[in-house]
């Protein structure tokens, strides 16, 4: 923590005062606080009473009287039908659940990636193509996927568009769940200046981002001074951390106490992200590390489980399989709860993903690949998971 900290209280600002990674470069500076200050003012995307009930809902669940069912696109796009897509979700989490809740024997909690989820951190600046470098595609929010120096450049008014699509996206989920059990949201909590305008006071003074119920920090930003750990720290929503196969024991500890000084159940969701080659080594010293405090652990076994075939990423349900199975054994033998999953999976017949009843080969992925960033499992795929896992538990 750098030392101004101590002396400077918390604000939704105070990220500025660190060194920020993954974030869009605006050139136009009129512009990008035009897009803030319209946001301020704009309509919450979610109610704060509601992110408030899912930190009683995760509460549980770090207790292991419940599990989680997070999942969802890598990335939404612009050009969603967004009606049509959450009545699918919504479909799907059913169909999922239905599998999975007798075999759990506790509530689930359904948390989408919607409604939010639009920026991508990357692991490169720039993609080329031939002799032609562009800046990176970093999602809808940021900028465009085509490959032109137009599409790529970062506007901030695409903030304004993300903002009412998360809206519109999350209206329609919670008129959907009348009588049903209700989907939170979720997205990484990435691009600053878009958190920082949707961050308000409840009655009691304390901050809540209202763009999504749950935020998380991403594995490519939670180092410990830099700006999204620090935004990240000030509020009151459920917060996930991705813990990858490079973080280490005591720099999980050093997050932990950061990000929750109190210790509160259901603030904190721990999601790892090792790849299952490397889920055993490296989970266990973080499950050592935390013993003890109120955290839920949870597995995303998507994003260490990413191949590059003929310049296209895909994913294989074995080893996404594995890892699930690898995290509920380590858990067990390190007597902590396996408190659920964290998947990229869409409602739909895509092929993005090798197995599990989908795609057999790196050549059958072209009749439905369209994922805007990572793969994702199809329908089929994810029930297919939900009826193992289910086995598992
Ligand atoms: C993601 O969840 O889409 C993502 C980018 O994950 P990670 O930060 O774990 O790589
Ligand atoms: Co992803």
């Not at 989490?93 to 999975?100: I, T």
């Not at 594995?219 to 001074?225: A, F, G």
């Not at 050093?254 to 080659?277: M, S, Y």
């Not at 690949?369 to 598992?392: F, G, H, K």
Request: aromatic fraction near 6%.
């Amino acid at each position: 923590m750098a030392r101004d900290d101590d002396m400077k209280a918390w604000s939704p600002d105070r990220w500025r005062d660190h060194p920020a990674r993954q974030l869009p470069h605006y050139p136009d500076r009129q512009a990008l606080a035009a897009v803030e200050a319209h946001l301020h003012d704009a309509a919450p995307v979610i109610a704060i009473d509601d992110a408030r009930r899912l930190r009683e809902q995760v509460a549980e669940v770090a207790g292991g009287n419940a599990f989680i069912l997070q999942g969802g696109d890598c990335a939404e796009n612009f050009d969603d039908a967004v009606a049509e897509r959450v009545a699918r979700l919504s479909r799907l989490f059913d169909e999922m659940a239905a599998l999975l809740r007798p075999e759990v024997g506790a509530p689930l909690v359904r948390i989408a990636r919607i409604a939010g989820q639009f920026a991508k951190p990357r692991s490169a600046p720039t993609e080329k193509r031939g002799s032609v470098e562009l800046p990176a595609y970093r999602g809808d929010i940021i900028n465009g996927q085509g490959f032109s120096a137009a599409a790529r450049a970062h506007d901030p008014h695409r903030m304004v568009r993300a903002h009412l699509q998360s809206v519109g996206t999350a209206a329609i989920l919670s008129v959907a769940r009348h009588g049903q059990k209700p989907i939170y949201t979720s997205h990484e909590g990435l691009l600053l200046p878009y958190e920082e305008a949707l961050t308000h006071r409840d009655a009691d003074g304390r901050w809540w981002a209202t763009s999504g119920h749950m935020l998380w920090l991403g594995d490519r930003t939670r180092q410990l001074d830099g700006a999204h750990v620090d935004y990240l720290s000030g509020i009151e929503n459920v917060v996930g951390i991705k813990c990858g196969p490079t973080m280490e024991a005591g720099e999980l500890a050093a997050l932990c106490a950061r990000l929750d000084p109190e210790d509160t159940p259901g603030k904190l969701v721990l999601i790892g992200r090792f790849g299952a080659d490397q889920l055993r080594a490296k989970l266990t010293p973080l499950l050592d590390a935390v013993k003890g405090r109120n955290v839920a652990w949870i597995i995303d076994p998507m994003h260490g489980n990413t191949e590059k075939v003929e310049g296209r990423k895909l994913r294989r349900f074995d080893a996404i399989m594995a890892e699930i199975e690898g995290f509920i054994a380590c858990c067990r033998e390190a007597g902590v709860h396996a408190g659920g999953v964290h998947l990229e999976m869409s409602p739909d017949d895509v092929t993005e993903c090798l197995g599990g009843g989908g795609p057999q080969g790196p050549s059958d992925l072209d009749r439905a690949y369209r994922t805007a960033c990572d793969p994702r499992l199809n329908r089929a795929q994810s029930v297919e998971l939900a009826r193992r896992l289910a086995m598992l538990l």
